[in-house]
C-alpha cells in the first residue's frame, strides 16, 4: 500500500504562500491522477486540485487563479503552491488519488492555518 507524506503546513498571513508537498513511497504513484483535498473544521473533505500523468491540471473554483499543483515523478513528490492565501484556506491539507473517497486511506495531512 503507498504511503503518502504531507509536509509543509503552517501558520501564514492572510495574502501569504505556503508550498506543500506530498512525497510518496512507491513508483506507481507518477501513472496516477494524484490530487491535493483539504478539510476545514466542520466541514466535509474537498479536492482543491489535481494533476494526471502527463502533467494536466484542474482547480476547485475557490482556489484557481491561487494554487498551482505540480508533480516531479523521478522525486516521487506532488506540490501545491498556495498564493494570496485567504482565512478561508485554513484547513487540513492532504495528498491521495483524486478519485479517493472517506473510505480511502489518508494520510495525516498538514495544518494550514491562515490568520492575522
Known amino acids: 500500500q503507498v504511503q503518502l507524506v504531507e509536509s509543509g503546513g503552517g501558520l501564514v498571513q492572510p495574502g501569504g504562500s505556503l508550498r506543500l508537498s506530498c512525497a510518496a513511497s512507491?513508483?506507481?504513484?507518477?501513472?496516477?491522477?494524484i490530487g491535493w483535498h483539504r478539510q476545514a473544521p466542520g466541514k466535509q473533505r474537498e479536492l482543491v486540485a489535481l494533476i494526471t500523468p502527463t502533467g494536466f491540471t484542474n482547480y476547485a473554483d475557490s482556489v484557481k487563479g491561487r494554487f498551482i499543483i505540480s508533480r516531479d515523478n523521478a522525486k516521487k513528490t506532488i506540490y501545491l503552491q498556495m498564493n494570496s492565501l485567504k482565512p478561508e484556506d485554513t484547513a487540513v491539507y492532504y495528498c491521495?488519488?483524486?478519485?479517493?473517497?472517506?473510505?480511502?486511506?489518508w494520510g495525516q495531512g498538514t495544518q494550514v492555518t491562515v490568520s492575522s
Open positions: 512507491e513508483s506507481w504513484f507518477s501513472t496516477a491522477n
Open positions: 491521495n488519488l483524486a478519485s479517493a473517497t472517506s473510505r480511502s486511506s
